[in-house]
C-alpha cells in the first residue's frame, strides 16, 4: 500500500507527505504495526475521498446505505495522474449544492443515531459508518467550526 501511495503522490509531483497529510496520517502511514481497530479506522478514508471526489464534480452522489465503490474512487485519482489533468476534470460544485449536501449528511447521521439509541436499524436502509464518515467530510468541506482534518467532529 505505501508503494501504491508514494506512485500517486510522485504522480502528482508531490515529494514531501507531510504537505499531504496530516500528523494522524503520516504516524498511520510509517506505522508497521497499526492494529486491527486502527486500520479498520483508517479505511473509512474511502468514503471521505469518495465525498471530496464528489464536491469536485468527478462523482456522481450515491445514498449512504453502503460503503462507496472504492475500486472507482482510486481509479479515479489515479487516471486524473496529475495536477493538469486535475485542473482540467474537475468542476467544483456550488456552495449551495454542497451546503444542502452538508445538512442532508448531518440529518442523514442524526437520523442513524437517533436510531440506534432507539435499538433500531438505520432508518431507509443507510449504513451509520457511511453516513458518519461523509458527515466528517462534508464539515471539513464547510469549514465546521474551523477544525483540521485530524479534529473534525460530527455532532448531531
Same mark, same amino acid.
Given at each position: 500500500a505505501? !508503494?501504491?501511495?508514494i ?5 502528482y509531483?508531490i515529494?514531501?507527505l507531510?504537505?499531504?497529510?496530516t500528523p494522524?496520517?503520516l504516524e498511520?502511514?510509517y506505522?508497521d ?10 479505511? *473509512? ?7 471530496? !471526489? *464528489?464536491?469536485?464534480?468527478?462523482d456522481? *452522489? ?10 472507482k474512487s482510486v481509479?479515479i ?5 496529475n495536477? !493538469?489533468?486535475?485542473?482540467?476534470e474537475v ?5 449551495k !449544492? ?6 442532508l ?11 440506534r439509541?432507539h435499538?433500531?436499524?438505520g432508518?431507509a436502509?443507510?449504513?451509520h459508518?457511511v453516513?458518519q464518515?461523509r458527515?466528517k467530510?462534508?464539515n471539513w ?16
Amino acid at each position: 500500500a505505501r !508503494e501504491f501511495v508514494i506512485d500517486v503522490l510522485n504522480g502528482y509531483g508531490i515529494d514531501k507527505l507531510d504537505d499531504v497529510m496530516t500528523p494522524d496520517e503520516l504516524e498511520y502511514f510509517y506505522d508497521d504495526q497499526s492494529d486491527e481497530r486502527t486500520r479498520i479506522n483508517f479505511s *473509512w478514508h474511502y468514503e471521505n475521498l469518495y465525498v471530496l !471526489e *464528489w464536491a469536485l464534480g468527478l462523482d456522481e *452522489w450515491t445514498e449512504p446505505i453502503a460503503i462507496c465503490d472504492v475500486a472507482k474512487s482510486v481509479r479515479i485519482l489515479q487516471e486524473l495522474e496529475n495536477y !493538469e489533468n486535475v485542473c482540467k476534470e474537475v468542476q467544483v460544485r456550488c456552495k449551495k !449544492e454542497i451546503l444542502d449536501k452538508a445538512d442532508l449528511v448531518y440529518r442523514m447521521d442524526w437520523a442513524c443515531v437517533d436510531a440506534r439509541i432507539h435499538g433500531l436499524t438505520g432508518p431507509a436502509h443507510m449504513d451509520h459508518g457511511v453516513t458518519q464518515a461523509r458527515h466528517k467530510t462534508a464539515n471539513w468541506l464547510i469549514g465546521f467550526e474551523n477544525q483540521e482534518w485530524d479534529s473534525v467532529d460530527t455532532p448531531t
